[in-house]
């Protein structure tokens, strides 16, 4: 077989560290940003930016390039970029995995949250639970939370809001977090209910932490499911073994 060629989908953590470790593995690799954030951060080695056009445009690319390889280590919430990396390697026979990290059902407080399917439910779930919110389910999610335009949220995203409402306090920043820095932001916003993707990892999770310390209540919004029949892996050590044994 030709020597490994691995398109990364990236866009987390996770993926840019599986760059390095392909990379330092002696394997060939392109990552694939979105082209979402301004500035984003760049894994090592050679990156594209930018969609492909649907599961097609994805299947020519991966053909045109020669990619012998393709790893999902989009974010877990990024459905549509999983299902489209599904239909276009099984178009053009090229091996698939999701690099999935791990969700925060295993967390130790994860009994005491309340758990939402979806942004609307997490919406209406934490309206019972407290008068302050602190909205981190990402930008994309905000058009399910219009109904608060009347109150006080503090929101925290990457990139700057087109027209908040006026209630609303932004905060623009991005991982990874302490737990010293989220308690202080908690408490001096007066929040007493948080809203939270299952996004899984440290990056993010000290707000889980300082949650729990200021009596913070909690709502997590479940994952969505992986793509059918998709592998997946939940560490970079286990993408590279599977490049090699597939090599
Ligand atoms: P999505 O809804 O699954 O994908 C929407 C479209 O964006 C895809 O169809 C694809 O366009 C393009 N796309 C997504 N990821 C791409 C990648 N890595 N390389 C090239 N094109 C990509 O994704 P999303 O939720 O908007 O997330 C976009 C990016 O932000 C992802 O890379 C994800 O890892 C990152 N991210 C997402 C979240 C989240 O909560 N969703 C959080 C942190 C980071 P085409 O159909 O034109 O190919």
Redesign the pocket.
């Known amino acids: 077989m030709n020597e490994p060629k691995v398109l990364v989908?990236?866009?987390?953590a996770e993926?840019r560290d599986l760059a390095s470790s392909l990379t330092e593995a002696g394997v060939g690799v392109l990552?694939?940003?979105?082209?979402?954030?301004s500035r984003p951060r760049l894994p090592v080695g050679p990156v594209?930016?930018?969609?492909?056009?649907?599961?097609d445009?994805?299947a020519a690319y991966l053909h045109d390039g020669g990619f012998t390889h393709l790893v999902v280590?989009?974010?877990?919430?990024?459905?549509?970029?999983?299902?489209?990396a599904r239909e276009a390697a099984a178009s053009v026979a090229v091996p698939v995995v999701r690099l999935a990290r791990p969700g925060w059902e295993g967390h130790p407080d994860a009994g005491t949250w309340t758990w939402a399917d979806g942004y609307d439910a997490a919406r209406t779930a934490a309206e019972g639970l407290g008068e302050r919110p602190f909205l981190t389910?990402?930008r994309?999610?905000l058009t399910h939370f219009a109904p608060w335009a009347d109150r006080d949220v503090l929101v925290r995203v990457?990139e700057p809001l087109e027209a908040p409402p006026s209630r609303w306090t932004v905060v623009l920043d991005r991982g990874p977090y302490d737990v010293e820095g989220e308690r202080v932001l908690m408490r001096e916003h007066g929040i007493d209910v948080l809203l939270t993707?299952d996004?899984g990892g440290r990056y993010t999770e000290a707000k889980l932490t300082a949650a729990r310390e200021l009596g913070v209540r909690v709502v997590v919004v479940r994952r969505p499911a992986s793509p059918a029949g998709m592998r997946e892996l939940d560490d970079a050590a286990a993408v590279v073994r599977w490049v090699n044994d597939q090599g």
């Not at 990552?31 to 954030?37: E, N, T």
């Not at 594209?48 to 599961?55: M, P």
């Not at 280590?73 to 489209?84: C, I, K, S, W, Y």
């Open positions: 989908l990236g866009g987390t993926a990552s694939s940003l979105a082209g979402r954030v594209r930016i930018g969609g492909f056009g649907g599961a445009g994805l280590a989009t974010h877990p919430f990024a459905t549509r970029m999983a299902e489209n389910t990402g994309q999610t990457v993707k996004s």
